[in-house]
Nanobody, 120 residues
Framework: QVQLVESGGGLVQAGGSLTLSCAAS????????MGWFRQAPGKEREFVAA????????RYANSMEGRFTISRDNAKNTVYLQMNSLKPEDTAVYYC?????????????WGKGTLVTVSS
């Protein structure tokens, strides 16, 4: 089992920045890839970004590449999501995810989520 704990959510004004963190614990060796999904009110959960922990290879949703940057600190078993130029439509619960070597096409583990609210 892998446990994922998100932090860093909060309220930010449009145009601002926020960095989310996801700390992994447990059998982290079983999950080569980590990343983020989000779910806005009344909408389905959608993919945001993924990173291969060993190599740093990344994958982004088309609509977020350029504004969002995913990174990792292997010594801390932590993945980050730097979000810039935030828009009200970025308001969502952001979930950390982990899975095998598919860059989160498949997800085995989920965090409980952290709320990001972007005010206009």
């Amino acid at each position: 089992q892998v446990q994922l704990v998100e932090s860093g959510g909060g309220l930010v004004q449009a145009g601002g920045s926020l960095t989310l963190s996801c700390a992994a614990s447990g059998r982290t060796s079983s999950s080569s890839d980590m990343g983020w999904f989000r779910q806005a009110p009344g909408k389905e959960r959608e993919f945001v970004a993924a990173i291969r922990v060993s190599t740093g290879n990344t994958r982004y949703a088309n609509s977020m590449e350029g504004r969002f940057t995913i990174s990792r600190d292997n010594a801390k078993n932590t993945v980050y999501l730097q979000m810039n130029s935030l828009k009200p439509e970025d308001t969502a619960v952001y979930y950390c995810a982990a899975g095998p070597r598919t860059l989160l096409v498949r997800v085995d583990y989920w965090g409980k989520g952290t709320l990001v609210t972007v005010s206009s």
